[in-house]
């Protein structure tokens, strides 16, 4: 792909009047046409996150700063309920993944049954997210008390909402696998250069499975950023050259 | 998806009928590119306005009673944010891009216009709610278009209340905006680009806004996220950015933040946002030039590295906003280097404009006229930039009108030539008629001289020691009483230029409204948006057949063929030759080849 861009950048337009015609990528049926403004998409949310991170490296380092593990006293020094949440997430990860591998062998039904299974453990995930503030909340870790616990809030926070984000793409896939919505999809103009159903909701599963483990590396950094000692933070944070 | 993508249509567009479907919740590119130049153009004038009562309460203080201190910051706050991100954001990019992204590619729109249009009148919310903290309590914030914290939310600054946080959400919302728009301009410039239109032979217009989209869509998260850290420290009391503080004798209850870290976060925003502006209307320029010269772009392939490459560098030269907030030396020589190293491809471009125009045929119309005011201001905003990238430099001369004469010439009159260049070169396409020449001309020169009369005696304020953002001097050692004569020369200056632009909106009104149609491609220009079966376009651009690309943008006083140009859609089998010379192809085979 980069090099691609290099050797783009060495044409010389001008020498090649009427010499090859690529064709327009729009008509190429081999090429997911969502599968681009996807992956940019994540490159902007990955420049957030990035973001969010280096800040949190460069705030720790304050002495205010106090870190949410490292001492037997603080709530993520073992961090079981994080492990568990991972779990979850990396259940409906793998049965994305599944049902996109059915999907391509044009076997429906698993694909159904995998589809509602990524569902129902992306929901039961965003609950126990909620579960684990309300615990936090509980032992008296409040958004404003200390910047930890503001990065811990925001970070899963905004994770959650990079999660629902997905499920407005993911449910109405899950309805078409089920057969409904069809028509819309099939205005008279369009119909000719539609995609079958299959291959339309395999495209739409590629988008899913790379959204969806792609929220899950999020997660993992979220993770590890927020159960981490203050000497992690210390090593890392001089690595960058605070 | 139930909305699919139009620009993947090999069939002709039904236009929408009913007027709500054709100009308000429309979904063609053209109308969508029209409503954000007007939304921008109008709050540009409100900016404008702005400036003006600067300038009267700098040019002659204790005149104005309500022009008070505060207002005074507002204003400026108010002005600064609207210029660059409402005004020239929107405009360069929701605007011209939007206009001209899918005629240069040859697609019948963007690749998602339900996405298109939703990014216009979300834009257009960011809009409204900037406006409605003018109705607030307290009035809109007076925190400078930087808005460092802790002053940005403590009490002292106005519009600390209500007005601070409008700014912030109004911000987090067009930045929404802008990704819904980007992603769009990305995937249609990589996608659905015509047969025959590789990535080289694109005209550089599309080049700039290509990468300014990039660089956007890159260098406006580091906004959103300070944004939102921001409203969090205001609202519930978290110490992101607040130190543990005294304020009116009082300890607040934040700990100890870093403001040093907002400011990292704002200008890793803030510098590459001169080039989100900067870029397309280097790009625009460039085509401009090379229409109006009637001469292929000097060096081409050069202006597209440079455009690449000036995007990339402009991601590591921020802290060069940062020399007085001091910071390891180490790093301010590494940020003094970059930001000199970033002038290189700059001044390329400059010289390739400049041999561009060398020994052209050119022709001094409107759009030219603005096109060559850009390349001197342009010119001399980025050398004083060259001055203040030094970190010696710069420390006796920041935040004096020093900093304010170069930022404007550099990233306020230059986009704004651009801009003008692009409205009158472009407005025969969007309307089919040709803004008035002499009315054109009038304002040109009245806006080109009237820039200098301004900025000019500025960069002397500065090195008087002048400082930015004051109400008023009071009476300093170091500033002469003649600084106040010279305030108010600049203010009737810009009391002149601000009512010179009266001329640029009745000549709109006047061109619309009464003159006459002209032809489809008054200035013979190759480029595809020209090549459209209808001028204006219609709903669908291209009628019943795509457009086939044979040839680069920039064909333009081919020897041995009849007219002088020859568009990008003709092959090189339907080109008409003279008579004398029909059969001889070798003649201009190697055109262009000095690059
Ligand atoms: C006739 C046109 C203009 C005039 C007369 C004008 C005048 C001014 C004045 C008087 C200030 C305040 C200086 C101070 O007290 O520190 C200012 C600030 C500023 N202007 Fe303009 N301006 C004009 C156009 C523009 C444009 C086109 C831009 C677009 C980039 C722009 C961007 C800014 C910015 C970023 C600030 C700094 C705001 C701050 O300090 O927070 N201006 N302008
Ligand atoms: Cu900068």
Same mark, same amino acid.
């Given at each position: 792909m980069s090099l691609n861009f290099f050797r783009t950048l060495q044409e !010389?337009?001008? &020498?090649?009047?009427?010499a090859v015609l690529p064709? +327009?990528?729009?008509?190429?049926?081999?090429?997911?046409? !969502?599968k681009l403004p996807l992956i940019v998409f994540l490159g902007i949310v990955s420049v957030f996150f990035f973001l969010f991170l280096i800040t949190f490296l460069a705030r720790s380092q304050y002495p205010d700063f106090q870190a949410l593990?490292?001492?037997?006293?603080?709530?993520?020094?073992?961090p079981q309920q994080l492990w568990i949440n991972t779990g979850l997430l990396l259940i409906a990860c793998v049965a994305l993944q599944v049902a996109l591998m059915a999907t391509r062998r044009q076997n429906i039904h698993t694909a159904q049954i995998a589809l509602c299974l990524a569902l129902l453990f992306t929901l039961q995930f965003g609950a126990a997210q909620l579960l684990l503030w309300r615990h936090l909340y509980k032992l008296?870790?409040?958004?404003?008390?200390n910047p930890a616990n503001s990065y811990f809030y925001l970070l899963t926070a905004l994770h959650g909402l990079h999660l629902i984000g997905g499920l407005f793409v993911l449910v109405p896939v899950i309805l078409r696998s089920f057969? #409904? #919505?069809?028509?819309?999809?099939?205005?008279p103009q369009q119909r000719p250069l539609q995609p079958p159903r299959q291959q339309q909701l395999q495209y739409s599963l590629e988008l899913c499975a790379l959204y969806w483990h792609y929220l899950f590396v999020i997660w993992l950094l979220i993770f590890f950023f927020n159960a981490s000692s203050p000497a992690v933070y210390k090593t890392l944070a001089a690595l960058c050259g605070y | 998806m139930p909305h699919v993508a139009i620009a993947d249509q090999t069939s002709e567009l039904h236009d929408p009928r009913s007027f709500i479907t054709k100009? *308000?919740?429309?979904? /063609?590119h053209k109308v969508i590119a029209i409503q954000y130049a007007l939304t921008a153009i109008g709050v540009g004038l409100i900016a404008l306005v702005l400036s003006a009562m600067m300038r009267l309460q700098l040019g002659f203080? /204790?005149?104005?009673?309500? *022009?008070?201190p505060n207002a005074y910051l507002q204003f400026v706050t108010m002005h600064g944010m609207i210029m660059v991100v409402y005004l020239l954001t929107a405009l360069l990019l929701g605007g011209f891009g939007n206009y001209l992204i899918p005629l240069m590619i040859g697609a +019948? /729109?963007?690749?998602f216009p339900y996405l298109n249009m939703l990014s216009y009148w979300t834009y257009l919310l960011s809009v409204l709610i900037l406006l409605a903290s003018f109705f607030v309590?307290?009035?809109?914030?007076?925190?400078?278009?930087? &808005?460092?914290p802790p002053q940005a939310?403590?009490?002292?600054?106005?519009?600390?209340?209500a007005g601070i946080v409008l700014m912030l959400v109004s911000l987090a919302v067009f930045i929404i905006a802008f990704t819904m728009g980007g992603l769009n301009y990305v995937t249609t410039v990589l996608?659905? +680009?015509?047969?025959?239109?590789t990535l080289m032979r694109m005209p550089l217009s599309l080049w700039g806004i290509f990468t300014a989209t990039v660089l956007g869509l890159l260098a406006f998260p580091a906004l959103l996220v300070s944004a939102i850290m921001m409203a969090l420290d205001k &609202?519930?009391?978290?110490s992101f950015f607040m130190p543990a503080i005294v304020s009116l004798g009082e300890q607040l209850d934040y700990t100890g933040g870093s403001p040093i870290l907002f400011q990292h976060l704002f200008w890793f925003f803030g510098h590459p946002e001169v080039y989100i502006v900067a870029l397309p209307a280097f790009g625009m320029v460039s085509d401009v030039l090379a229409v109006h010269a009637r !001469?292929?772009?000097?060096?081409y392939r050069m202006m597209v590295w440079a455009i690449v490459i000036i995007g990339f560098l402009s991601f590591i030269v921020w802290a060069h906003h940062m020399y007085v907030s001091g910071m390891n030396p180490v790093f301010g020589y590494f940020f003094a280097t970059t930001t000199l190293i970033i002038a290189v491809p700059t001044a390329i471009k400059v010289y390739n404009w400049v041999l561009t125009l060398w020994r052209g045929n050119i022709h001094l119309t409107v759009p030219m006229l603005f096109a060559i005011g850009f390349i001197f201001t342009f010119t001399h905003g980025g050398l004083t930039g060259l001055f203040l990238g030094n970190v010696v430099v710069d420390?006796?001369?920041?935040?004096t009108y020093f900093v304010v004469a170069h930022f404007h010439m550099v990233m306020g009159v230059s986009p704004i030539m651009v801009l003008f260049a692009a409205i009158y070169h472009w407005f025969p396409l969007v309307t089919g008629k040709r803004l008035h020449d002499g009315l054109g001309k009038l304002h040109f020169w009245i806006t080109f001289l009237g820039t200098y009369a301004i900025y000019l005696p500025m960069h002397y304020l500065g090195f008087l020691?002048?400082?930015?953002?004051?109400?008023a001097l009071g009476?300093? /050692?170091?500033?002469?009483?003649?600084a106040q004569t010279l305030n108010a020369s600049i203010t009737v200056s810009a009391i002149v230029v601000g009512l010179a632009q009266l001329i640029f909106i009745f000549n709109l009104i006047w061109t619309l409204r009464k003159a006459k149609p002209c032809s489809p491609n008054p200035w013979g220009a190759?480029?595809?948006?020209?090549?459209?079966?209808n001028v204006p376009p +219609?709903?669908?651009?291209?009628?019943q057949k795509l457009p086939t690309v044979y040839r680069w943008a920039y064909d333009y006083s081919?020897?041995? *063929?009849?007219?002088d140009f020859i568009p990008q859609n003709i092959s090189e089998d339907a080109v008409i030759r003279d008579a004398e010379t029909s059969g001889d192809v070798d003649d201009h085979s190697d055109k262009g080849s000095h690059t």
């Open positions: !010389k337009p001008w &020498l090649q009047p009427d064709e +327009r990528v729009m008509d190429r049926s081999d090429i997911n046409p !969502k593990a490292g001492e037997t006293w603080q709530p993520f020094y073992h008296g870790f409040y958004m404003a008390s057969g #409904f #919505f069809r028509p819309a999809t099939t205005a | 100009y *308000i919740w429309s979904q /063609d203080p /204790d005149t104005f009673d309500f *022009i008070t +019948r /729109d963007m690749v309590p307290g009035g809109p914030t007076g925190a400078g278009w930087t &808005l460092y939310i403590l009490p002292g600054t106005p519009g600390v209340d996608q659905a +680009r015509t047969h025959g239109m &609202l519930i009391g978290t !001469k292929n772009i000097f060096g420390l006796p001369l920041s935040d020691g002048v400082p930015r953002r004051y109400f009476s300093t /050692d170091f500033i002469p009483e003649s190759a480029s595809l948006e020209w090549q459209t079966p +219609r709903h669908g651009n291209w009628g081919v020897p041995g *063929i009849t007219s």
